[in-house]
């Protein structure tokens, strides 16, 4: 039978079916699509409202409900070690974090929990802990009897190992491997259940089974069906102490996932809590912003119950990022009501990119905008790297035509003088006439300003681009509403999303900004972004943290992308110092990725998006990989570096700094 390749919605997920296939996997996704429609996946798309869902109960500790969200971390330490486990506890502990997790890979990790559990509880600490189990079902039993939570993921759990032979599964054949996944998760349940002990269904993408990939290929509808299967055999069997993730280093598969997630769960009368997270950020500034795109994108409209931002540094380092973001958006309850707007042409669960009209070379097929405001003096300490596109002057501009980059000036300074490479704004209070010509015309608006007066202008005017602020501190929702309804009326000028803040840090900063604007950009809606802060942080700053929105929204890539995991008991060597040896020698190497992961277990497929990838492959060594091929196994650790750079030379991906 000859084999077809289909795109799926998302980049990067390509995937080889049976024609025979094709057509039944084309409308299975379909119907889910159309069927979920009804079924929004929260409760009001322009008003913030926490997501309703049961309440799960974990010792001292609720996640759900009434319930605040939740933050969480992950011990990096050797389970066996209980000593050491107990003092890394104590200090994501005293760093804030609700609930903590612990690798427990085999049965020898599992029954140590025991002695990690006396010895935390005698130190006079209450917090529930997580056994974090992949492929050993027996682990998974002896942790239900200890610990308040059990963390299984569906795509290793039942112990199939991975052939990659999706050809096989028949109908009959994918139903009875189905039976003989029951016969090994009801027994883990009920003992579950005599412990009161809760689980975690955890999809990760790229960890599917063959099974699953057979019907739906490494897809967001495999991601969700791989979770509903065991969603439905828990409450088959009355067990019903559930909370789900669904997770990916790529935030737009992330988000788009997990809404799809929650519509189906409406769609079947469930409402189980949500634990948030995007796999292998990262660290340092790159880690923060993608955790911030991708879970805030989803904590802007209410959903999530409990978050964990997996960062490749010390664990209790991710408690305070976790907590500014958390902070940033539930102080929007009960905000000022925005009014709703029609939803024909919104697109929820894949990437469609709003058709725009391109003016200069923003929106159309163009990448998304940089534009920065401040002075020439400050302009001029931008290194050459992170050059805006375009920059709003504050003050005059002298002799603009040798300046390199576009100058935006105000209007009424730009009509007295029409210097080359300069470009009038203004807002809908001095819109210009028509003796302003054919000249590209930026256009500061609000949500406030949509109706006739706007809708006319811009009907009788192609060349302008909106910058679009929100004074609202529901600011994204109020935008994205403004954007909905342009496209209701057919309006395909390219809008630039403006973001104010007044954070005195850049760490803050940067987190917040980035739950903001990244849920425009995951739903192609925007085309720019435009960054202020108060006068505490440099226009370098703000600059550097638009790009890294943009790149870590998937919109554009401006520099190497490190896919990097934070590290756990299965980690045998030190990933956070061999993260940083990598990036320093690979960060200029723009718009490649680079994947490093602490372990083989599901290290391959969740660095699915990496040209390369350092893994490692047992006490001492690493694997290299080229997209998920495996090229060199079993490198020393003192040389796997050196390999590494020599593969991306040998494949022509290495330029020099």
Known sequence: MRCVKILTFHDSCLFYVKQKSLLCILLKVRCMIKDTTNHYYCENLFNYRRNPTTMVNLGNVDIGGESSIKTQSMTTTDTLDSEQTVQQLIEIIEAGGELVRITAQGRREAKNLQSIKDLIRQEGYNTPLVADIHFNANAAVIAAGIVEKVRINPGNFTGDAKKYDFDKYSDELYNEELERMKEVIVPFLNICKQNNTAIRIGTNHGSLSDRIMSRYGDTPEGM????????????????????????????????????????????????????????????????????????????????????????????????????????????RENHEEIPEVKLEFYSPYEYQ?????????????????????????????????????YLIVDGDVEDSATFGTPVIIPYVKWRIKREMNTFPLTDINSLPDEAYGETPLFLQVTYSDMGDKLFGFLRAHHNVILLLKSNHINAPVEQRAFILELMNNRLTHPVVIIGEYVE?????????????????????LADGILLRNSDSLSLEEAIDTSFGI????????????????????????????????????????????????????????????ADYGYVGAGPNSVSLFKKRELIKKNIPNEKAVEELIFLIKENKDWVNP
């Open 504 to 524: 005195n840090d850049k760490e803050s900063f940067q987190i917040v900004s980035a739950a903001d604007m990244g849920i425009l950009f995951l739903d192609g």
């Open 353 to 389: 990119r709003r058709k725009t009209h391109q003016v200069l070379n923003i929106g159309g097929d163009s990448t998304a905008v940089v534009i920065a405001q401040g002075s020439i003096d400050n302009f001029a300490k931008v290194g050459i790297v992170g050059k805006p596109d």
């Open 550 to 609: 943009l790149q870590a929204s998937r919109v554009r890539f401006s520099k190497t992308e490190f896919i990097s995991c934070p590290g756990c008991g299965r980690t045998l060597f030190d990933l956070q110092n061999i993260t940083k040896e990598i990036k320093e020698r690979t960060k200029h190497l723009k718009g490649l990725k680079i994947g490093i992961m602490g372990c083989i277990v599901n290290g391959v497929g969740e660095m699915a998006d």
């Open 224 to 331: 969700v069906e791989a979770c509903m299967e065991y969603l439905r055999i828990c409450e088959e069997n009355s067990f019903h102490n559930i909370v789900l993730s669904i997770k990916s280093s790529n935030t737009r598969v992330m988000v788009h996932t997990v809404r799809l997630l929650v519509a189906t769960m409406k769609q079947e009368g469930m409402h189980y809590p949500l634990h948030l997270g995007v796999t292998e950020a990262g660290s340092e500034a790159e880690g923060r912003i993608k955790s911030a795109v991708g879970s805030g994108a989803l904590l802007v409209d209410g959903i999530g119950d409990t978050l964990r931002v997996s960062l490749t540094e010390a664990p209790e380092k991710e408690i305070p990022v976790a907590k500014i973001l958390v902070n940033h958006i539930v102080k």
